[in-house]
Structure formats: C-alpha cells, structure tokens
C-alpha cells in the first residue's frame, strides 16, 4: 500500500515537471527510499528464500 501511494505521489509531482532531468531526480530518490524501507528487505528476504529453495 505504501508503494502505491508514493508511486502516485510522485506520478502526480513529475507529471508537471519541465525538466526531464529533474523528474528522473524525484523518481531515483522515491526508488532510493523504497529500497531502504523494511518492507523490501522483507519481500526480498522471501524472494530469495524461494529462489533457494527451487534448487
């Protein structure tokens, strides 16, 4: 839930921007916070466990 609500957040924000260069700016950074946030670690600790566990 906290994915999507950002994701519109920052669809709505870059949408008016002029600037590509500073859309890309708004998004890298969003992405960068999304990658910290305990619930990837979470997703990606599941991920992995069933990627290791198909071998």
Known sequence: R???????ATLRLTSTMA????????EVRAQA?????EEFRARL???????????
């Open 2 to 8: 906290d994915l999507a609500v950002t994701t519109k």
């Open 19 to 26: 600037s590509h260069a500073d859309a890309v700016e708004v």
């Open 33 to 37: 916070e999304s990658v910290r946030s």
């Open 45 to 55: 600790a599941e991920l992995q466990l069933k990627i290791t566990n198909r071998s």
